[in-house]
């Protein structure tokens, strides 16, 4: 399918897949993307797609005699896995990718060594009529990526950085809302631990001319000044006043806690997002962590702990590394326990500074409800300080 003169789209859409590095929900499915440029003098493959879909990739190839490169701007298996079998489909092509990468495909591909020609940061490779620029950028997802710029066609191949996990029949980002939500979601799960970096990275980016932008994952984008916006929000230190609450309730107690915080903030013009772990989509979480400026983890005691479910999503946040400002913990206990240092533990990265802890002795009653209405009210007047 033609972007435009000389460039193809040549990816798969995996219309039902449904879990992502066995950990990462994808209700919408998502696609592979790669893409075939053909100069006067040469032919780039860029990035191939995952091997389970290497048929999808082949079917395009009828009519390609000879492929000159394939470009790797980033090494991970969903878009360097039908590699092997493009190299033994053309055997003359060279794979074009950044030092890091090189390693990386030897490590995880065994392609050989001899198959691989590293590119240097703004190096440029011409095909005749189009230029690839190479640009490293790492960590838009892993520490090897870069994205490929065609300076004549104003068009940049940016692999995981402003994808989004979306099975659409089109070429072209034409839902706003939904592909927003997508590319947010992807952002949270993958890049926000690298925020700073990647806030650079849409600095430097700044300087090209862009009209065309092709993410390895998701819909291609024709209005770059908006996926771009996107993400320049998302990276920024622009925090919402919002308090996000994971929880998970086993008899009730905990639940009720999180009903009253949940009151007394939203009456206090805090907006709520809530999420019971035991039900809850982890894409939803992370989403709402992209910018909120504070979390309230809320738990019952478990054998002697926090809830599992629990530690799992505090481990999670822990590693995404959000902007939050503000933490607390909350839960209902049965005779004792270490929750709060546990919970505490597994948030370590996080630099927030802690409001008081609410532990409730069995069901609360109403001087619980006058210790939740108080968090609120710190809550919201931090907000205020803040100017969230
Ligand atoms: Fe889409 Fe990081 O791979």
């Given at each position: 399918?033609?972007?435009?003169?000389?460039?193809?789209?040549?990816?798969?859409?995996?219309?039902?897949?449904r879990l992502f590095d066995a950990l990462?929900?994808?209700?919408?499915?998502?696609?592979?993307?790669?893409?075939?440029?053909?100069?006067?003098e040469k032919t780039a493959l860029i990035d191939t797609v995952d091997p389970s879909m290497a048929s999808k990739l082949f079917a395009y190839f009828e009519d390609v005699k000879r492929l000159d490169?394939?470009?790797?701007?980033?090494?991970?298996q969903d878009h360097s896995g039908a590699l092997p079998a493009v190299l033994e489909r053309y055997k003359e092509a060279k794979v074009l990718a950044?030092?890091?990468?090189?390693?990386?495909?030897?490590?995880?591909?065994?392609?050989?060594?001899?198959?691989?020609?590293?590119?240097?940061?703004?190096?440029?490779?011409?095909?005749?009529?189009?230029?690839?620029e190479f640009l490293h950028l790492p960590w838009v997802h892993w520490?090897?990526?870069?994205?490929?710029?065609?300076?004549?066609?104003?068009?940049?191949?940016?692999?995981?950085?402003?994808?989004?996990?979306?099975?659409?029949?089109?070429?072209?980002?034409?839902?706003?809302?939904?592909?927003?939500?997508?590319?947010?979601?992807?952002?949270?799960?993958?890049?926000?631990p690298f925020r700073s970096t990647i806030k650079k990275h849409l600095e430097r980016l700044g300087n090209y001319e862009i009209e065309v932008i092709c993410p390895s994952h998701g819909p291609v984008h024709t209005d770059p000044s908006r996926i771009m916006g996107f993400h320049r929000d998302w990276v920024s230190e622009k925090l919402a006043n919002t308090v996000v609450i994971p929880y998970v309730s086993m008899h009730g107690s905990t639940e009720i806690m999180v009903d009253r915080l949940t009151e007394a903030l939203s009456s206090r013009g805090v907006n709520v997002e809530r999420f019971n772990l035991t039900v809850t989509d982890a894409g939803k979480l992370a989403m709402a962590l992209v910018d909120a400026a504070t979390m309230v983890v809320a738990s019952p005691m478990v054998l002697m702990g926090a809830h599992p479910k629990v530690i799992s999503a505090t481990f999670m946040a822990?590693?995404?590394?959000?902007?939050?400002?503000?933490?607390?913990?909350?839960?209902?206990?049965?005779?004792?326990?270490?929750?709060?240092?546990?919970?505490?533990?597994?948030?370590?990265?996080?630099?927030?500074?802690?409001?008081?802890?609410?532990?409730?002795?069995?069901?609360?009653?109403?001087?619980?409800?006058?210790?939740?209405?108080?968090?609120?009210?710190?809550?919201?007047?931090?907000?205020?300080?803040?100017?969230?």
């Open positions: 399918r033609k972007i435009k003169e000389g460039i193809f789209f040549a990816g798969a859409i995996d219309w039902d897949r990462i929900p994808l209700p919408d499915g998502t696609s592979y993307n790669s893409f075939l440029v053909t100069g006067s490169y394939v470009v790797v701007n980033h090494a991970e950044s030092p890091k990468c090189k390693g990386m495909l030897v490590d995880h591909l065994h392609i050989p060594v001899d198959r691989i020609c590293e590119v240097g940061d703004n190096e440029t490779i011409p095909l005749g009529g189009k230029t690839l520490p090897e990526t870069m994205a490929t710029y065609i300076r004549e066609d104003k068009t940049i191949f940016t692999c995981d950085l402003f994808g989004s996990h979306i099975a659409v029949s089109g070429l072209y980002e034409n839902d706003h809302a939904r592909v927003c939500e997508a590319a947010k979601r992807y952002y949270a799960e993958v890049m926000m822990n590693a995404l590394k959000p902007k939050l400002k503000y933490l607390s913990i909350m839960g209902s206990y049965g005779w004792g326990g270490r929750m709060e240092e546990q919970v505490k533990a597994t948030l370590a990265n996080l630099k927030a500074e802690y409001l008081p802890s609410v532990m409730i002795k069995g069901a609360p009653v109403e001087k619980d409800f006058e210790v939740i209405d108080s968090l609120a009210e710190q809550i919201a007047e931090k907000h205020k300080e803040s100017g969230i």
